[in-house]
């Protein structure tokens, strides 16, 4: 048996264990077949798998990483990296990675461009629910900011104002209620605004997960290069996109 071969036998026999379930001796298998042969990234990648299984998410970076490093083009090395950095929380990595295992996975007909879709959307919308959640946070900052002052304000005309002018204690209480109703509208409007804000798939691009631009339509398959010109702008889409835009802001 050669060099070559036994690394290989070591990685067949690491991918009977993890389609038995049994991931830790699947790793112990993988580790051995990369001993012997450093150079095959599919044994990286084997092994991250096992490891993302396993929940150990720093394995599956550091051993994707390495699988990118003999191949860049690896679609499966791309895919893992991008969901073990989502359980990192480094979602802008996760989602270049994510954009590039989908983009790589259409151009090579590999079997899994609908998962690699689907954990793209998925990191997407966590990154927005970290957004919002920092957007109502601040909001909740500013709006006790923003009574405080009024409550203040209130407090200081109250003490300059003679007890027996209590015409003037009502008209300033209710000048300060007043103020204090338009912010709590204000922001009970912006929070009504963000609950609109999630945006379906059918408006985002299949490729930048972002909302479409300037959505196209591209000519009837061929082998041919496909060329910027050949592009048909999709009329009908662009519609739907900027009536959500409009409604959404």
Request: proline share 3%.
């Amino acid at each position: 048996m050669n060099f070559q071969t036994s690394s290989e036998e070591f990685r067949k026999k690491g991918n009977d264990f993890f389609h038995q379930g049994l991931y830790e001796e699947a790793i112990k298998q993988y580790t051995t077949a990369i001993i012997k042969n450093p150079n095959n990234p599919l044994c990286y990648t084997n092994r991250a798998l096992s490891y993302l299984k396993l929940n150990k998410f720093e394995n599956v970076i550091q051993d994707c990483e390495k699988g990118l490093d003999l191949d860049p083009n690896s679609v499966k090395a791309h895919y893992l990296l991008g969901q073990a950095l989502t359980h990192t929380s480094r979602l802008n990595e996760s989602i270049s990675h994510l954009k590039k295992a989908y983009a790589l996975g259409v151009s090579q007909n590999v079997n899994y461009t609908a998962d690699i879709l689907a954990a793209s959307r998925k990191v997407k919308t966590l990154k927005w629910e970290q957004m919002d959640l920092k957007r109502r946070e601040t909001e909740s900052d500013l709006y006790r900011y923003l009574t405080g002052l009024i409550e203040r304000d209130r407090r200081r005309m109250l003490q300059e104002i003679n007890e027996a002018d209590s015409e003037y204690v009502d008209i300033t209480n209710y000048e300060h209620d007043q103020r204090r109703s338009q912010v709590e509208l204000l922001f009970s409007q912006a929070d009504e605004n963000g609950k609109k804000r999630e945006i379906p798939d059918y408006v985002c691009g299949k490729i930048s997960f972002e909302l479409m631009s300037d959505p196209v339509i591209k000519p009837s398959f061929s082998r041919k290069p496909l060329l910027e010109k050949d592009l048909i702008p999709n009329l009908a889409m662009k519609e739907v996109v900027d009536t959500f835009i409009e409604k959404n802001g």
